[in-house]
């Protein structure tokens, strides 16, 4: 994958049997998938994606060529990018997930904990998952003011304060 490039969504598979898709967007507003212009990972295969209705986790949706259902099948898993420069610029306290996957963790006294491996969300808040060098699995922290209170791109770190008894 290019490293330029963000996934913004993800084609969940057929919707109805005339070549419609089912897609979930990853942006802040969904229907804004759209008017990015998509790539597959590689860059190479271009999606021009136009949205129908809101259905149950996506948008319905069109794209050029994708004329049956085994074709709108067939698509089912591949993720959309777009390029890093289509983007808009975020506030100051905002981040995109992938700015945020390889920093280094930090806890309050400046000991390192482990690299953001993953941001997760499952409903309720982000969720840092933090692979620590020391363990086999990863650690979950919630991705709050109050846990992590510092984000610092330009140095590639963050500074996390992990409730007792998370790590």
């Keep these: ?39 597959d990972a590689s860059g190479k295969r271009r999606f021009d994606l136009a949205l129908g209705r809101p259905v149950k986790n996506g948008f319905s949706a069109r794209i050029e060529g ?19 420069s289509a983007l808009p610029n975020l506030p100051d306290d905002e981040f995109y997930h992938a700015d945020l996957i390889g920093l280094a963790v930090h806890d309050t006294g400046g000991q390192l904990l482990g690299h953001v491996k993953a941001v997760q ?32 791109l330009a140095a590639g770190r963050l500074v996390a304060d992990p409730p007792e008894g998370a790590l």
């Design 1 to 39: 994958m290019a490293d330029d490039l963000i996934c913004v969504g993800v084609i969940m598979g057929a919707f109805g049997v005339h070549g419609e898709l089912r897609v979930k967007s990853f942006t802040t507003k969904p229907e804004d998938i759209a008017r990015y212009p998509l790539s």
């Design 121 to 152: 969300n499952h409903g309720a808040t982000d969720l840092l998952e933090i692979a620590r060098p020391c363990l086999k699995g990863s650690v979950l922290l919630p991705f709050t003011r109050a846990v992590v209170p510092t984000v610092d």
């Design 66 to 84: 994708v004329l049956t259902r085994e074709q709108a099948d067939g698509l089912r898993g591949v993720q959309l990018f777009t390029a890093r």
